[in-house]
């Protein structure tokens, strides 16, 4: 389970664990059940608890960032961990200014 909130308008989405492929289904459906439902202005994913991704959890990004982009609004990233902020360098996510 996730833990979120919703607040002025921005949808806190707090991750925690692992975010591999099974991980991320999981979590893809229950935020975009959310996003769809309240169409937040901005969409906040908040790393600060994962303790490791893989190509899912980028997948989960871009997904994400799509998602909320057709409602309208926003993604940005957050409290990212050292060793998975590389894997988004890596990614190329940066480029679409969600940091």
Request: net charge neutral; no cysteine.
């Given at each position: 389970?996730?833990?979120?909130?919703?607040?002025?308008?921005?949808?806190?989405?707090?991750?925690?664990?692992?975010?591999?492929?099974?991980?991320?289904?999981?979590?893809?459906?229950?935020?975009?059940?959310?996003?769809?439902?309240?169409?937040?202005?901005?969409?906040?994913?908040?790393?600060?608890?994962v303790?490791?991704?893989?190509?899912?959890?980028?997948?989960?990004?871009m997904?994400?960032?799509?998602?909320?982009?057709?409602?309208?609004?926003?993604?940005?990233?957050?409290?990212?961990?050292?060793?998975?902020?590389?894997?988004?360098?890596?990614?190329?996510?940066?480029?679409?200014?969600?940091?």
């Open positions: 389970m996730i833990e979120t909130e919703y607040k002025n308008d921005v949808l806190t989405v707090y991750l925690n664990g692992e975010l591999d492929h099974n991980r991320s289904a999981e979590i893809r459906t229950a935020v975009d059940g959310r996003i769809n439902s309240l169409r937040p202005k901005r969409l906040e994913l908040d790393f600060s608890k303790s490791f991704m893989d190509s899912s959890g980028i997948g989960l990004i997904g994400r960032y799509r998602a909320v982009g057709l409602v309208g609004g926003q993604l940005k990233i957050k409290n990212i961990p050292e060793d998975i902020s590389r894997i988004i360098e890596l990614s190329g996510v940066t480029t679409l200014g969600v940091l």
